[in-house]
C-alpha cells in the first residue's frame, strides 16, 4: 500500500479568505438555528454520523492505509472507537450528563427571600477543530473534537490534516450526508483544505469563532493558544500537545522481574511505531544491579523490532531530528538501537541513557522525541529521584511500577507526581486511552493547555460550553431541562440532591 500512497492523496485546494468567511457566517447562522433545536434532535443527528461513518466500507480502511502507514488491524480498531465516541456522546447528551442541571426553589418565608435560581450550559458558538495526523479518524475529521462540540450544540469547521486528505474527505463527506438526513441546517459542519498556516489563523482569529480544538504538536498548539489570546475577544483553546509520559520503575518492583517488565515496556514503546501523544519515552529509576538487569533485557529486545513506516514524510524527519537532538546532548549514551537499517521513512527503535545528575541541569532533555524513543534517567538514590521528579513539566500520563511497598516508601514522588499529570497508572502502560466518562486524557501545561478538560470522555463536552443561570423565570420560558417537569426525565440536582422527578 505504501508504494500507492501518493496517487491516493488529494490535491490541497488552498481556500480564498473570501470563501473562507463565507463559511464562517454559515456556522454562525446555523448556530442560531440549533440552539433552538429540541435536544433530542441534535441526538439524532448524532447517531446518524455513527451509522454513517459504520456504513463506510474498505475504501475508508485502505484509503487511509495508504495515505497514513497505519495496518488494517489498527485502522478497523479506530472506526469502531469513533463510532463508539459519537453515539457515547450522544447518549451523555441524551441522559443529561453533559448539562449539569441545578435547581434551587425559591423560599418566601427566608430572609431575605430566597430566589429560584435553574442552571444548565448553553454551546459557545462555532468551533474550528484541526484534524491530527497520528488517528485520522478518532482525533481527526470525525473524531473526538468534532463529535464533543456537535453534542454541545456547536457548529465545527474541520481544517483537514495534510498528511491523509482523502481519508478526511471521506469522513467529511460521511458527517455532511448525516447533515442532510437528519435535517440540520447548512453551516452545521464544514471541512476545508489548505496547505497554509493563513487558513488556520484565519480561522482562530475570525470574530465569530468562539472555540478550537487541536491535538499535535506543542510548537503548533501554542502557537493557536497565542493567537486566541491576542483577539479583541480572547478564545478559548483546547489543545492537546503531547508528552514524555514518564515511566517510573521502582526498585521492589523491578527487583522481581527485570526481563518480563523490559519485554512488555519495548513492546509499548515502539507500538504504532511510537507516534501516540501517551507514547511512555521516559523512564525514570535508581541506578544499581536491579535497572541493569532491566537496561540489558531491553537492549536485546530494541535490538530485535525492525523499523517501521512513519505516518508520512514530515513526522519521519521530525523524528530523527529529534533523536540525534537528545542523543548530543551531554552525558546520554546510546544503549541500544534496532539491528535493522532503517530505510527512508522509517523510525528507528532506539534507547538512550543518561544520569539523573544531568538532566536536573539540562531541560532539553524533557523534549518530546514523537517515535519509538525511550531515554533512561538513573538516579543515583532515592533523594535524586524526587529532585528529577520535581523537574519534571506537566504530562499526559505518569506511570508508577511498583509494588505496594515501593509506594509506602516513595510518598513524596507520588505526592508530586499528582500535580505533573491528567492520569497516574499502576503497574500499567499508558499507551491506550479508554474512552469513558472516568477517563482524563489531558494534564498541566504543557501537555495541554488547560489540564481542568479532557479531549476523551463524555467529559470533553464541557469545553464547549458555558453555564447559565435563569433567576425567577417563568416555566413555560426555561430551557426543557429545567421545566418543573422534567419532560427530558434526565437526571438533575435539585435543592442539593440528585433526581429525576418532577419539582412540585
Known sequence: MNADSQSLKAPIMDISKEELDGIVQKAQKAFLIIKNFPLQKRIAFMRAVADEIEALGAELIQTAMAESHLPEGRLVGEKGRTIFQWRSYADAVERGDSLDASIDTANAE??????????????????TVFGASNFPF??????????????????????????????????????????EKSGMPEGTFAHVYSSTFETGQQLVSHPLMKAVGFTG?????????????????????FAEMGSVNPLYLLPNKIKSAPQELAKQYAGSLTLGVGQFCTNPGLVIGVAGKDLDQFIEA??????????????????????????????????????????????????????????GVELLVNPALLHEVFGPFALIVQCKDASELVAVTEKLEGQLTVSLFATNEDLSENTEVLSILQT??????????????????????????????????TSVGADSIKRFVRPLSFQNWPDEFLPDELKSSNPLNIWRTVNNERTKEAVG
Open 298 to 355: 531491553l537492549k536485546q529486545e530494541i535490538a530485535g523490532i525492525a523499523p517501521s513506516s512513519m505516518l508520512n514524510e514530515k513526522i519521519a524527519n521530525g523524528y530523527a531530528e529529534s533523536r540525534e537532538k537528545i542523543i548530543g546532548q551531554s552525558g546520554v549514551e546510546v544503549l541500544a538501537v534496532s539491528a535493522t537499517e532503517a530505510a527512508k521513512g522509517q523510525g528507528l527503535p532506539t534507547v538512550a541513557t543518561v544520569a
Open 420 to 453: 505533573k499529570c491528567g492520569r497516574i497508572l499502576f503497574n500499567n502502560f499508558p499507551t491506550g486511552v479508554e474512552v469513558c466518562k472516568s477517563m482524563h486524557h489531558g494534564g498541566p501545561f504543557p501537555s495541554s493547555s488547560n489540564g481542568a478538560y
Open 110 to 127: 427566608r430572609t431575605p427571600p430566597k430566589p429560584d435560581i435553574r442552571k444548565t450550559v448553553v454551546p459557545l458558538g462555532p468551533v
Open 217 to 237: 504538536s506543542y510548537r503548533g498548539g501554542k502557537a493557536l493558544m497565542d493567537l486566541a489570546n491576542q483577539r479583541q475577544e480572547p478564545i478559548p483553546v
Open 138 to 179: 478518532a482525533f481527526s475529521t470525525a473524531g473526538g473534537d468534532t463529535a464533543s462540540a456537535i453534542a454541545a450544540g456547536c457548529p465545527v469547521i474541520v481544517k483537514a490534516h495534510e498528511g491523509h486528505p482523502k481519508t478526511s474527505g471521506i469522513m467529511a463527506d460521511a458527517i455532511s450526508r448525516a447533515v
